[in-house]
């Protein structure tokens, strides 16, 4: 480290610390009238929101919550989930956001792992609760949320329900100073082999995070912007990154917000449209689901802007979208990375100058890394890619806010840290305008004689077929080539299709020069329904696992 | 302190420090054809910039500059400013920015107090450095700034010309990490009696003011807004608290950029006019003479937005800005917070449902405190005051983004920094709204049957009478009511007026109930100029020393 001028402090100068309460500190003054609005249940106004927030850290520090012990919240996205997001760091305590959607040994390891001591849970969750109840090694103090004010018949031992609780608790509580670098949120990732891995961010990478990201959103002279007279509805659960860490900005920000408890699609648009939702985010899966709806066709989405990630766009989800006015941009991140990396700007000679198709295909990439992000391309060996749009390799970066290991996972958090950059096990190219292309996840790339094929790719071509509703790229083992693609295809309603005329179909991109012809699957099996995870990714893992063996069989 | 939870790293975990050099990530693929542009001499873009900021740095280090040394820039606004203030904290040096408009003896001795090793100086000053030179203690290397490559005669011991130097060093500069904590920048601020006094910003906190800043400027949907569409121009000096930070917003955000040099009227608004700027800030004084210019009246400013800042904007100087188009809004700092406090919001309510001269009350009030500033009033006792719109006291600051001492001075840095909280020296009030009105400057403060009158305040009415182009009203010693106000007015060419003329005007605003009998001033002088300091600021320290005894003659 070389030797910079770095001078004491006044005796009596404040050492701000960045602390996830000061992003509190706008909402009193800005729009304070701005409403948080749970499902057509509940809706209160940011001065409301401040005194439950003091209320509900008095509620926990009662139920004997320490600052560095972890309150774990099983619940929908919820008025209270938010109140969870801020009032839970600021004590100093960590807050833990179970994956409700993980399996009830999952649940249990990751409650046990997290050392969790003080549980909300939604009554929805309490036959999973009740049923590990007693495996629990740490939780030992339960609180109720539940929409009604009943109190469920249970054998837990709940010290009260979240809203009598609050009711009788002081409304102000004084939030202390501490250290930056403390932990303020856990939750686990999953998906490849293993247990589940804690993540973890600390206030300092909240508090940049938030930073960087409204910036980026809001400074950013481009389509899909979110700025503080946006209506906001999560469409990630808030379990998953902090329903990509979008609550802490609208926050900030004073915006109006919607929390659609669990997601129904009924509930969603009619939420959308009455609330006059401008903003939101989700999966891919998602936003099919709610473009195929019926109900879909028959209100005005033109106002909604949509930031689609957790999995690559396929373009012609991106059309359907856009026939119904929606605006969408891509993000890509992941639960280590806290997790915006990178998101979609489309350069003035684009939206000046670019063909719709053009406007669509920059749309779906990844778009640029945001600021105070470094993203690189390695190879196998970790040497550095050039960003040429050729050259593909797995990305890894730094950025004010990566997790800095797994919790209690020392081998699987130096792997994760490898020479200095968090792996990201994704693969991607960089064009030369900077633009990121994912081309898969390390471990979904099918290796062909010799060649890197990108699964989403495929998927992406097959996808544009008028009958495909949904499509999943694999590779299966091959004598010969080493691997090659299969592909599972679920078809729309009505249409029918033979094997022949996809291929037929994905040779005329061959011969477009768009794709080799060893990119066209060798099998595709037709299907009523792909493989999900529980964040409802494309689950490749079991597609490989229970499929691989029909794949070989089939034609 | 509580005991939060705080984990360790990962072995080779990347702790990512906030340094100066992170803000220039986003310029190479955002928009890298936007421009910087210098006056009617020079352009180029943000690949070049980048370029330019390497070959500075490898210019810098072969003319010995060192970590933690300090370079000095004596210079208009230039496009080599804006390469310094990168260039410089880049390397791990600080970058002194000198008040070219300070004293011989003052430059002279911040330069000696700074301990300045390189010196970077515009030709013009030459004659300036030439007389310092030998009582210079520190700086012994010097560069020339000159817009024409010829080198002026002179007996300082110049390493070369900039553009030659530059031309002639390496194209990359492997720009280290450091502690986020180092000193970046430094200058003086003058105004009260004794040394100027060194503030200094470290890179955490200009990278900090930066976010916070764009997200103010961009994320809150309001007028005056600052996005990377914008051009910018800054017509407050490089050398005043970085041009107010914004120079690092605009690099961030990939803006065109455009540099005045010298201000001259003829060349803003030709620049202004020429460019397309859409985006500056500045004192009153220097948009008082652009308004009152001749050439403003026969232009379309209408694209022009300007943040006021420095002291007061009057209404009626407000209005003259809105009768041309010119969107207005203020802005509240000084030289220690870095300097952005407070900035106006017109929320929702004002837009939408007040009145014109509402939303001209608002524009020129200070505004709301922006993301993460904690504001507070605290009365002669230190004891905290109410937000009421009606308690007046001192403003006293938390940020993460203000200087921690003045440099080498410990009594003054005790003082700033009593109790924890910056002291501001600016007296005001904080209406129920939160919006801040600064009524006056601690020491200008008029102390008068014990009450405490804002000359300001009397300026502000004043300055709405159609005659009266500028005021100043002071304090001047009474015996029986310890201080009473006095005026200095100059009027608008053409204009004459009798002192009664001015009191009865004032009377009306008695009559109105907006002040108190006893605001009106006893005594008036009509005068052609009022003095200025050397930052365009009214200066009041000496019409007092020069003006009572006339004051006291005067009716």
Redesign the interface.
């Given at each position: 480290?070389?030797?910079?001028?770095?001078?004491?402090?006044?005796?009596?100068?404040?050492?701000?610390p960045?602390l996830v309460k000061?992003?509190l500190?706008?909402t009193?003054?800005?729009?304070p009238d701005n409403e948080i609005v749970y499902r057509d249940r509940i809706r209160y106004d940011y001065r409301k929101l401040n005194e439950r927030i003091h209320r509900l850290a008095n509620t926990l520090a009662a139920a004997g919550l320490q600052?560095?012990?972890?309150a774990a919240v099983l619940d929908w996205d919820t008025h209270r989930y938010l109140e969870c997001f801020f009032a839970v760091p600021m004590m100093?305590?960590?807050l833990h956001t179970v994956n409700i959607r993980l399996s009830r040994e999952q649940i249990l390891y990751t409650m046990n792992h997290a050392e969790d001591k003080v549980v909300l849970v939604n009554a929805e969750f309490l036959p999973l609760l009740e049923s590990i109840k007693d495996e629990l090694t740490t939780a030992k103090t339960f609180i109720l949320l539940h929409d009604d004010n009943t109190v469920p018949s249970t054998n837990l031992p709940f010290i009260g329900e979240y809203e009598a609780l609050l009711a009788a608790a002081p409304t102000y509580y004084n939030f202390?100073?501490?250290?930056e670098?403390?932990?303020a949120t856990i939750f686990y990732t999953t998906g490849t082999t293993g247990s589940p891995k804690g993540v973890?961010f600390t206030h300092r990478q909240l508090?940049?995070h938030t930073?960087?990201g409204?910036?980026t959103?809001?400074?950013?002279?481009?389509t899909v912007r979110?700025?503080?007279?946006?209506v906001y509805m999560p469409i990630t659960p808030m379990f998953h990154v902090h329903a990509w860490g979008i609550p802490y900005?609208a926050t900030?920000?004073g915006t109006k917000q919607v929390y659609p408890g669990k997601y129904e699609p009924e509930m969603l648009l009619k939420l959308l449209i009455q609330e006059k939702v401008t903003f939101s985010h989700c999966v891919p899966t998602i936003l099919h689901m709610l473009v195929s709806s019926p109900l879909a066709q028959t209100v005005d989405l033109s106002q909604w802007k949509v930031i689609i990630g957790g999995s690559a766009l396929p373009k012609g989800l991106a059309q359907a979208a856009a026939d119904l006015g929606i605006q969408l941009i891509t993000g890509y991140g992941m639960s280590e990375t806290c997790p915006i990396l990178t998101l979609t700007?489309l350069?003035?000679r684009i939206l000046s100058r670019g063909t719709p198709e053009e406007e669509i295909t920059y749309r779906t990439k990844a778009g640029?890394?945001?600021?105070?992000?470094?993203l690189r391309l390695i190879d196998e060996e970790g040497k550095v890619l050039p960003h040429d749009g050729v050259s593909t390799g797995e990305i890894v970066v730094?950025?004010?806010w990566?997790t800095?290991?797994y919790?209690k996972e020392?081998a699987l958090?130096?792997q994760?840290?490898?020479?200095?950059?968090?792996h990201t096990g994704d693969v991607a190219s960089v064009n030369l305008?900077?633009?990121v292309q994912i081309s898969d996840r390390l471990k979904d790339v099918i290796k062909t004689g010799g060649e890197w094929v990108s699964s989403l790719e495929i998927e992406n071509l097959m996808s544009q077929h008028e009958a495909v509703s949904e499509v999943a790229v694999i590779g299966f083992p091959d004598e010969r080539w080493g691997e090659r693609p299969g592909a599972l295809v679920v078809l729309k309603p009505g249409c029918h299709m033979a094997v022949a005329d996809i291929k037929t179909f994905m040779y005329g991109f061959v011969q477009q020069g768009k794709i080799n012809e060893w990119y066209i699957p060798d099998r595709i099996i037709f299907t009523q329904a792909i493989p999900k995870t529980i964040v409802g990714k494309i689950d490749k893992k079991r597609i490989r696992a229970e499929m691989a063996a029909t794949l070989q069989r089939a034609m």
């Open positions: 480290m070389i030797h910079t001028k770095i001078l004491p402090p006044a005796a009596s100068a404040y050492e701000y960045l000061n992003l500190l706008t009193l003054h800005y729009e600052p560095g012990e972890t100093g305590a960590v202390p100073d501490f250290d670098n403390s932990v973890y508090v940049l930073l960087a409204s910036t959103l809001g400074s950013y002279e481009t979110f700025r503080s007279n946006d900005i900030m920000l700007y350069k003035e640029l890394p945001i600021p105070l992000v470094q730094r950025a004010p990566l800095q290991s919790f020392t958090s130096d994760l840290w490898q020479d200095g950059w968090l305008e900077g633009y």
